[in-house]
């Protein structure tokens, strides 16, 4: 599966658009990362804990979008698009939503 932001894949031609396709995920940070973080933010430097959920969050919603671009018959996913949002009772869970258009090439 090719997997580009981008409206193309150079070098390639669309054959065929099958459509829009979207993976979520949501992910709350437990209590003891939460503490670890905020004295992190105190002496300064990153949040490996934090990095390491947003990463897992991501890969999650990636990995939900490409297996419904499969289920199309599509072998790319163009024009892709990740947003991350805080949400719940004081914002202590993280949402990665993708989308892109599944096409064939």
Do not use: C, H
Request: charged letters at 25%; hydrophobic letters at 45%.
């Amino acid at each position: 599966m090719i997997l580009t932001t981008t409206p193309q894949v150079e070098g390639y031609a669309i054959r065929e658009y099958k459509g829009v396709v979207t993976g979520e995920t949501i992910i709350g940070a437990n209590f003891m990362k939460d503490i670890f973080a905020g004295i992190r933010d105190i002496v300064g430097g990153r949040s490996a804990s934090y990095e390491k959920v947003l990463r897992k969050a991501k890969d999650t919603a990636m990995e939900e979008m490409i297996e419904r671009a499969q289920q199309m018959g599509a072998n790319a996913i163009v024009g892709i698009d990740i947003d991350y949002e805080t949400i719940g009772e004081s914002n202590s869970m993280l949402m990665v939503a993708t989308s892109g258009t599944a096409v064939v090439i």
